[in-house]
């Protein structure tokens, strides 16, 4: 017999080693370093409360979270039902197109996004003006009250294209039998859709969800190229805050109990979907349980 | 929502929605808008990449007179313009490697070889799927600063393969879990070693999953900018994302020549998608992905 269980753990240390040096030794170097103060073990974290750029900072990741996750997944799930349900030919035409802004890179989309809301020459003012709608385009990117939501609308237009697929894939494994079946028992429209294919599709929606908090959370490259955080800190997520703190500012310490944070908000977001989700997930059978 | 049963137009579609012209007129409708929406900051970005100094600060989205070269001819004169391409292929395929490599290891010890500890250990690096980056940024930059990592090729190629491999494992185990053992178990019973049962019976069998691990691991470090700005300060290791920056601040009077730049650097991942989108969207379908 093969005695495979002792060797085969050769195989996985590579992989092990890695999320160890990268990924396990950095959260806890974090956690660390953030309670460690002359003063007292948390005098990082009150140091970072008492910094206005925190509020903003916390409060506009959790507006990326919300209205980046509500918007990708409802819009995303409408487009790719209209895909499945409602299109015969062109379905793969309109899943590749809107997937494609999936793969510009972010800086590109930053610098692209911020000439295209230019007040003077961006194409958006330029769309209004030729409509009609007024000789004046509010400089969205340097309004402390625009800022946040004109790049989650940039975001969304990025990642739309995956939820779409995703949905699309998810909405075509579905047995059509089964929607025929109800239909002929007299189902109508409605009831279709809130009691047959949205909790067919539900698994989908969980693992969508996870995605859209964690890439929400994961924000640094639009907010640092398209404002810089600015202006004043209003448009400040953890991410670009982060690495202000450490890099500009020169507090890693306070720098490292944000991160501990922004750990710690993931894991909790996280967490609150697995519990709903009571593991009916869609990625792979690995998980699936 | 569609209530009418009409004849079927089309065998692909489920009875209740194999309705009338008019909804399905009205789903190309919002689909084309959806389309265009989608398209037209890209196609922006090109137009004004071959507008001349005056039609660039022109509000329309197409300029159509006008059109000029120049600002390609100017951008390519840069010397520093290949060195920002070169490292990001070096980075990019050595980190689809060596995350395919580790991954599909660490997937065939936990799958296959059933190592004790082996659901703990997926467990556990499946726990990097929710880490954000920004929580480990800083403790990496210090550690490679200590180690000697700043502004080398493995100083990013390390993070980048620790970020993905917990996806790339989800991933290739799931495609594994779901393949019978049968074919192995004949092949080590003809006295095939492990390794060699690994490459000929199993890799052939997940192509699809492999595959998706290695274009979505390969658009992720070619568009990585967080850890490459703070990894690669020294303008000759620096990657593609990083490029615009030079452009941005002296280039803002000539947007033309910006957005020449933002469309070199948008061509390779760009034109990898669509040489490969077919394949990867059927591997989403069939294997990669599973209720």
Redesign the interface.
């Known amino acids: 017999m093969?005695r495979?269980?002792r060797?085969?753990?050769?195989?996985?240390v590579?992989?092990?080693g890695?999320?160890l040096?990268?990924?396990l030794?950095?959260?806890l170097?974090?956690i660390i370093?953030s309670f460690s103060n002359s003063k007292s073990i948390f005098a990082n974290y009150s140091a970072l409360f008492a910094r206005p750029a925190f509020e903003s900072s916390f409060a506009n990741t959790l507006r990326w979270v919300v209205f980046s996750g509500i918007f990708e997944i409802v819009i995303g799930f409408i487009?790719a039902m209209?895909?499945e349900?409602?299109?015969?030919r062109?379905r793969?035409f309109?899943?590749?197109?809107?997937?494609?802004?999936?793969?510009?890179?972010?800086?590109?989309?930053a610098?692209?996004?911020t000439?295209?809301y230019a007040p003077?020459?961006?194409?958006v003012?330029?769309?209004v003006?030729?409509i009609g709608l007024g000789t004046h385009f509010p400089a969205l990117l340097s309004n402390p009250d625009t800022v946040t939501y004109a790049l989650i609308a940039v975001n969304v237009?990025q990642w739309?294209?995956w939820f779409v697929?995703?949905y699309s894939?998810?909405i075509?494994?579905i047995d059509?039998g089964i929607?025929?079946a109800?239909?002929?028992d007299g189902a109508?429209?409605?009831r279709?859709?809130t009691q047959l294919i949205i909790p067919m599709v539900r698994?989908?929606t969980y693992t969508l969800t996870?995605f859209a908090i964690?890439q929400a959370?994961?924000q640094?490259?639009i907010v640092?190229?398209a404002t810089n955080g600015g202006p004043g800190n209003s448009s400040q997520v953890?991410?670009s805050y982060?690495?202000k703190l450490?890099?500009v500012d020169n507090r890693?310490s306070i720098?490292?109990s944000l991160?501990?944070l922004?750990?710690g908000l993931?894991?909790i977001l996280?967490g609150f979907v697995f519990v709903l989700a009571k593991g009916r997930f869609?990625?792979?059978?690995?998980?699936?349980e | 929502?569609?209530?009418h049963?009409f004849k079927a137009?089309?065998d692909?579609?489920?009875?209740?929605?194999r309705?009338h012209g008019l909804?399905?007129i009205?789903?190309?409708l919002?689909?084309i808008i959806?389309?265009i929406?989608?398209?037209?900051?890209?196609i922006?970005?090109i137009d004004?990449s071959f507008r001349n100094a005056v039609t660039a600060?022109?509000?329309?989205?197409i300029v159509f007179s006008g059109s000029t070269l120049s600002n390609y001819t100017s951008v390519l004169k840069n010397p520093d313009l290949p060195h920002f391409f070169i490292n990001s292929t070096i980075v990019a395929l050595s980190t689809v490697t060596l995350t395919i490599i580790?991954?599909l290891?660490?997937s065939?010890?936990?799958s296959r070889?059933?190592?004790?500890g082996?659901r703990v250990?997926?467990l556990?690096?499946?726990?990097?799927?929710?880490?954000?980056?920004?929580?480990?940024?800083?403790?990496?930059v210090?550690?490679l600063k200590n180690i000697g990592g700043l502004n080398t090729y493995w100083g990013l190629i390390?993070?980048y393969?620790?970020?993905g491999?917990?996806f790339a494992?989800?991933?290739i185990?799931?495609?594994l879990?779901?393949f019978p053992t049968e074919l192995e178990e004949a092949a080590?019973l003809d006295g095939a070693s492990?390794l060699s049962v690994l490459t000929r019976v199993i890799v052939p069998m997940i192509i699809p999953a492999l595959f998706v691990v290695a274009v979505w691991q390969f658009?992720f470090s070619?568009?990585e900018?967080?850890l490459a700005?703070?990894i690669m300060t020294n303008l000759s290791k620096e990657t593609?994302?990083?490029a615009?920056?030079y452009y941005?601040g002296p280039f803002l009077a000539e947007?033309g020549q910006?957005?020449a730049i933002?469309s070199l650097?948008?061509v390779v991942?760009?034109v990898?998608?669509l040489l490969v989108?077919?394949r990867f969207?059927k591997a989403?379908?069939g294997g990669?992905?599973?209720?």
């Open positions: 093969d495979p269980h060797i085969g753990w050769i195989y996985a590579p992989a092990l890695l999320f040096l990268f990924m030794y950095p959260i170097y974090n370093r487009l209209l895909i349900f409602y299109i015969v062109g793969a309109y899943r590749a197109i809107l997937f494609l802004p999936m793969v510009v890179t972010p800086t590109v989309i610098l692209v996004f000439t295209l003077d020459y961006g194409a003012y330029g769309l003006r030729a237009w739309l294209g697929l995703l894939v998810a075509s494994q059509r929607i025929d109800a239909a002929i109508s429209g409605r279709l859709w698994p989908m996870i964690i959370l994961q640094f490259a640092y190229i953890m991410g982060v690495y450490a890099f890693v720098s490292a991160a501990t922004l750990f993931s894991f996280v869609t990625i792979s059978t690995g998980t699936a | 929502m569609v209530r049963i137009k089309s692909k579609l489920p009875a209740v929605t309705s909804s399905r009205g789903a190309h919002v689909l959806a389309v929406l989608s398209i037209s900051p890209t922006y970005m004004i600060f022109d509000p329309s989205l580790l991954a290891l660490a065939f010890a936990i070889l059933h190592i004790i082996g250990l997926f556990i690096i499946s726990t990097a799927l929710f880490i954000p980056l920004a929580s480990v940024l800083v403790p990496i210090l550690l390390g993070p393969t620790a970020i491999i917990a494992i989800l991933i185990k799931g495609a879990d779901s080590r492990w658009l070619w568009n900018f967080y700005l703070v593609m994302p990083l615009p920056l941005e947007p910006l957005f933002l650097v948008s991942p760009m990898v998608y989108q077919k969207v989403l379908e990669a992905l599973k209720g």
